[in-house]
């Protein structure tokens, strides 16, 4: 009786471990960036309260850059047939959701980058028809922003007025925008896989170059450049997304349980990339002699005169639901666009 009993337990425990791994589920969270960067940290913390709040009934799988490939598109194409339910896209982006691109506008986010992504991740902007239809008529949808701080040039030349970027190779991420905003600006904006483009500053290839301090560390890209300018032009902001099968699939408890997740996260990130930048830029002050150089206010404004016309651009490449966007965004932070 007693051998009965045990064989009855331990069948009971194998089924009950059975139908605890045919309930498991497993996201598959792509990352635009290598292991221990910004959008690392996030998403570790999103795996943490994710695994937390579903009992275990989820796990999440982070996927590094180079885990999925190495083109970014690679990655957004990967979120859109399933294969990877949900996953960042910042500046490439806009190649497979064009609206995304108001995202990487110059001088339109204010200067405070906490009230910057408290405004992108508010209802007011996320969950607004025209953004989230701009990602759902695609296959995927928006379910939070990331600031990973600003956007810093580098550059052999001291780069202090736009006539100073007259001709500069400067290396953008694949986006129509970007190329628009960097040729307003007089300089001769070009792309580079994220891979080759130490070697292609080493060589000359390019002048300059774009990244959050974060990135010019981690890479060394300041190990071949001589200067650092900071604008305060734009933040570095990644979409996470999901496929929208997928959420659509999702009960009404697991949406409001992702929901309550990155609005958790808010603070988080904005702490995370605080941390990161402040932490990265030390770094590379104590490791080079880069000149580091802060444009002043009426530096500031050469540049924003000739961003501002960008806007338009932006709406007749991208049509009516990118100037909502657009409109929605201005309006949250208190901007007027005329």
């Avoid at 598109?73 to 399933?82: F, N, T, V």
């Avoid at 009404?252 to 995370?272: A, P």
């Amino acid at each position: 009786m007693k051998l009965y009993k045990t064989l009855c337990a331990a069948a009971v425990f194998s089924l009950a471990t059975v139908a605890s791994a045919v309930n498991a589920e497993t996201w598959r969270l792509g990352l635009e960036e290598i292991e221990g960067s910004v959008q690392a940290k996030y998403a570790e913390a999103f795996k943490e309260l994710i695994e937390e709040k579903s009992n275990g009934d989820i796990t999440v799988q982070l996927l590094p850059y180079g885990k999925w490939g190495s083109s970014y598109s690679e990655l957004y194409d990967a979120i859109q047939g399933g294969a990877i339910q949900i996953g960042f896209g910042s500046g490439a982006l806009g190649g497979t959701v064009p609206e995304s691109q108001l995202l990487s506008l110059n001088f339109v986010m204010p200067n405070d980058q906490l009230e910057t992504v408290k405004v992108l991740n508010s209802p007011e902007f996320i969950e607004s028809e025209p953004w989230q239809q701009s990602f759902r008529k695609r296959g995927l949808v928006p379910l939070a922003e990331l600031a990973e701080g600003y956007q810093v040039w580098t550059s052999n030349k001291a780069l202090e007025t736009p006539a100073d970027m007259k001709n500069l190779a400067i290396r953008v991420m694949d986006n129509s925008l970007l190329r628009s905003t960097y040729k307003a600006y007089g300089a001769s904006p070009i792309t580079i896989a994220y891979g080759e483009l130490y070697s292609a500053l080493q060589q000359g290839q390019a002048d300059g170059n774009i990244q959050p301090v974060f990135a010019h560390e981690e890479m060394g890209f300041y190990e071949v450049q001589k200067n650092m300018i900071f604008a305060n032009q734009a933040q570095f902001v990644a979409t996470l997304m999901g496929n929208l099968d997928w959420y659509e699939d999702l009960s009404d408890q697991e949406k409001t349980m992702l929901k309550d997740v990155t609005q958790e996260l808010v603070q988080t990130g904005h702490d995370i990339q605080s941390q990161f930048n402040k932490e990265r830029l030390d770094t590379i002050k104590s490791k080079s002699d880069i000149n580091m150089i802060e444009l002043n206010d009426e530096q500031q404004d050469a540049f924003r005169k000739l961003a501002k016309p960008v806007r338009q651009v932006f709406i007749d490449e991208v049509g009516e639901r990118g100037k909502q966007s657009l409109e929605i965004l201005l309006h949250e932070y208190g901007l007027s666009d005329s």
